[in-house]
């Protein structure tokens, strides 16, 4: 079978088998096939020996590059001795290994690690674990949760509840549970007047303070909202959401799912404004794109009113099957250790210069309405009309057809709506870094004109 041949059959196994996520099968795929086969670095090959670079770091997971020799061999290393083993009844190495090494790395206070697989189901335990907490130390009525607009938690239930993104979720509300709602203070997009900051932050002082009484938690996304479009928060704003929630007892949980592991330029988003939340949700990057992990850390605090006898049940009553699976657990141990051992995170100062250079000259440009960046998280918003930030109509799927354009270019994209989204792995070289830059602004020229 000739290589062609060979990608002519997948295909139509794909056609007919895999229904793909957040994903209008009717246009599927609305584009030349494209079947990854191989990782190398910062690059993905395809089934007929294409290269492209991975411009979004496998939708937000690879850290340190594909095929990471290290990471390979902590893999290998770790199927010679275990593939999977229970936490319920026992202890497994590696996961014990890389709840030490979490507990080390997170803000002070985060020495407890429950594991789960996804982000989705690292923020159901955060909130079954606030919700719980509060019936145990003799609280019930503080049960209700506060999340800002246009949030995104994941896509279970509970994720889903806290999540504010009209088209993904608004068709759901009859299965979730009612959330209260902060402004989120996403300066492009923001319909209050100049002060940004002090507006949202005011606006969320006064929700907390009228529902202090029911409020359990207010889940946010750190800085930056990721799959609303990349949106940025002013500094200052997670600090004063801290502060907020302890003033009205509050917990505070930190949905890093997207933002941590170097994204942001620090290992934890959180640490730019010296925050130490009450959870912290990590996934993505965990393994550092290697396989599906999940950690949601919390404090002895939180840890200590489920303590109790088996009659008072006062056990956290949740697990996923594979929680702790060695596999993963080994291989993210090895993810977090390469920070170290690389300077991976002193290493990305150039990287994220030459990205900031490059994107400059697209501030200029009649049909972007908004560049923003924190660290190597990268949302860049077409609009049809820059004078009066007019979206591009949805239809016109403006987004995906410059990614179709920069991957003519050899560089791999996947926008949201009209916002196209960068997030190289922390890998990414200067001259990528530049590929990178100059392929979106040739394919913003090429799709939107000048
Ligand atoms: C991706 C994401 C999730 C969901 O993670 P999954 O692994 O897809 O379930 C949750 N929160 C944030 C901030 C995310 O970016």
Redesign the pocket.
Known sequence: MTPQERHERLWALDLKHVWHPFTQMQLWPGDEPLIIERGEGNWLIDTLGRRYLDGISS??VTVHGHRKAPLDEALKAQVDKLAHSTLLGAANVPAIELAAKLAELAPPGLSKVFYS???????EVALKMAYQYWRQVGRPQKRRFAALEE??????LG?VSVGGIELFHQRFQDLVFDVLRLPSPHRYRWKGGADVLKEALAQAEALLAAHAHELAALVV?PLV???AGMWMHPEGFLSGLRALCRKHEVLLIC?????GFGRTGTMFAVEQEDVAPDFL?V??GLTGGYL?L?ATLTTPQVFDAFLGSAKDAKTFFHGHTYTGNPLACAVALRNLELFEEEQTLAKLKPVVETLAVGLRPLTGHPHVGDVRRRGLMVGVELVQDKAKRLDYPAEERMGMQVCRKARERGVLLRPLGNVLVLMPPLSLTLDEAELLTRAVRESIDAVCGR
């Open positions: 939708l937000w697989d996804s982000g989705s189901t690292a923020v949030s995104y938690h994941g896509d279970t994720a996304e909202q990721g799959a949905d890093e799912v997207a933002t949700c996934a993505k599906p999940a």
